[in-house]
DNA sequence: AATGAATGAGTGTTCATTCAT
DNA sequence: CATGAATGAACACTCATTCAT
């Protein structure tokens, strides 16, 4: 019975990795489908198709629409999360040594979910809004709200010790973080809607570059001066 | 005859007052609706029970939900446009005399849509996103990117000139205006999702003045130490 | 008080002038409107703003849209009605000598409604179905049989007399005068509904021409051989 | 596994022909509704209540109430065009030696329809009528008009044809097509509305019967005395 | 595991009809 | 007499979700 054993084990890991693969193609139908359409125009027979499955299969894996775009949220979320610890190790490292590299840094950590999941990041904005967090269930929002916190909070703690370090000016760190994250959410949402669809795409990185520089000025003129 | 035509004229004059009231009175609900639950979650059923109305007589004053929505749009717009228009004499007429007042002028011409309609505001928000605004009817759309256009073209042209006059620094005048209104959109957008509804207004205004702050500071400080 | 009564009589008499002629106009409205889209899809809007009255003013004179045709119809039979007639008399006067008159006369006295109100023959042609018969209120139907088939009746005596007169061959009159209608109704419907709108009139008055020929034809060569 | 396969055949079998017999069933039931109140006051709720199904069920078989329609009358279409093609084979083959037996097979043609699916040619007269072909969509309005044209064109060919060959006389074959179309349409419609429901089928028969002779006769006569 | 089939609960919009003035 | 205002009842069509197989 060894063998059949074996063989057990061998099908078990194979049934596993095509789970995996039938998620992942779910959730890569559904980024894209969202990110066209928005979430509430999308609609789960798209998401099938574009899946290249059907409806009740979605459902098998995912409870509904919203517990999929939970699980869309999610990576972006975490790949913040780590860009953003990288920074916090340079900061507590001391390898960044000023206030540009700390708030491009941070911009970069948020914005990096756009530049590799620019499909993806449109999903998040879209939880931006009332009224689509509304719609979430309580559990789901609850989820959400306790992993973004996180990332915010993170975020906070930096720029409060980039104050006492002196790279960057004393601002109230709860609002700073708000303004950085308002910019991006705000400057790709708006871009977004006016580019009709194909719009060249170094369009859209130069007005938020604009937008980094300016906040960058804005925090460290008076501290590098000060060095 | 005389006494019966006053008596005509009175009675014309409250029914166009009433029908005003009407018109506004639906407005009001939809404004109340739209903001609490997004524009494509509202259903006219709702807003006609908001409004103490069935939901055929919205359509004897509104064509559709189109035109609902753009009604409650149009005037907001209106304010932003009057308001950047005394920016802009001012600015002719010398009266602006530093980068500072300039830079908040437009801010505050923005943000102030926002301080007297803030459940309006947050409907001018909804059309920044691509979904939504691809719901619209052809012709309502182009009547809102006509208005709201005239807005940022005008700001564009104050920054340009606020450049020329060296009270700002150098900057793309269309990034500038982009990332000025997504400041603004993005935060009170941010704010108003995370405060539970009722959330001290002080405090979103405690971060769009941060924001403002920043803009300010970023696109002075060169010119200033010029002066 | 003798001057009294006389004004009054006179205003009486305009009142009732004035009610004809407003009677009149609604229906002449009406008959348009439901010519042109036909019962179902024309609504008392549309004919009131025709009439260029308020659609309340429509139910003062109308008790439902329903009556509304029926009294649009009405005079459509009547028309028919006395033309019958009058070939009737012809007929038993010894004026009509041959087949082709009569059966012509009797086309003629159908057509006719046709050519002086041709937008009311449509709306007596929506009546030819079903469906649209079912949607009248029972008595307003009953009102309508009775007198439509008044001129059916007639033209079955006078086709019987044709017959016993020999002018024209023998055949079942019940059938024959529904033949005879059945084809002036279908040959109109047909050439309304081929040509887009404009269609030159002649067009449609040739096929019924043939059609009459085809008749006259039919029922008359035998006859007419014996001769 | 060959035994798999089988069931796996079987299966798909059964399912292919259970859809068929859903589909029929909505067909019918719509058949039936369409005929009882015609086209406009027919609602897909009653449709689907007559197919014992609710109403989005419908929408899974058919694109919408146009669709429908269309649907229904294809085949009859199809019927007439069929039953016309082999009465044209039969001229051209010298199978037809007179004019009554092409008029006849020619009016046959198209009755067959009606015969068989009294229904269904209900159906069809209801696009006879210009308020209700307007109401369809272009794409499907098209589609009909093509095939229903294809059976008249066939028909004029085989007109003119018959009056080369000196079996009719010489009539314009544009308009003898729409007399003879238009009398079927006619009769029947007059004979549907004024029988309630359930009226002897024989009846109307006889008074079609009565119409097609009348057209025999008409155009046969002088061509048949020639011989 | 996967799916074909089905549906309950909406959606925006229309319209004949009524009523207070 | 005339009407401005209002509405109950529909209607075509949609969609997230479920269930039997």
Chains 1, 2, 3, 4 share one sequence.
């Not at 027979?45 to 409806?55: G, N, Q």
């Not at 700390?102 to 939880?127: K, S």
């Not at 170094?202 to 590098?224: C, W």
Request: aromatic share 6%.
């Amino acid at each position: 019975m060894d063998k059949q054993d074996k063989h057990k084990s061998i099908c078990r890991k194979r049934k596993e990795r095509e789970k995996k693969q039938r998620i992942q193609s779910i959730l890569d139908a559904a980024k894209k489908v969202f990110a066209s359409k928005g979430y509430l125009k999308s609609t789960m027979d798209e998401i099938a198709m574009a899946a290249e499955i059907t409806k009740p299969t979605i459902y098998l894996y995912f409870k509904s629409k919203d517990d999929l775009i939970l699980s869309l949220m999610q990576p972006l979320i975490d790949d913040s999360r780590s860009r953003l610890e990288i920074v916090e190790k340079e900061l507590l490292s001391g390898a960044i040594k000023n206030g540009r590299d700390l708030v491009t840094g941070i911009f970069q950590a948020f914005y990096h979910g756009y530049e590799i999941l620019p499909e993806t990041f449109r999903v998040v904005q879209l939880f931006q809004q009332k009224d689509l967090i509304c719609e979430l269930r309580p559990e789901i929002r609850a989820t959400l709200d306790e992993n973004g916190r996180g990332n915010i909070d993170l975020c906070r703690r930096m720029l409060a010790r980039g104050i006492e370090m002196e790279l960057i000016k004393p601002v109230n760190v709860y609002e700073m973080v708000d303004v950085i994250w308002a910019l991006i959410v705000g400057v790709i949402q708006l871009e977004d809607c006016k580019g009709d669809e194909q719009k060249d795409h170094r369009l859209k990185k130069k007005t938020l570059d604009l937008a980094q520089r300016l906040i960058v000025e804005a925090l460290t003129r008076n501290a590098e001066q000060v060095i």
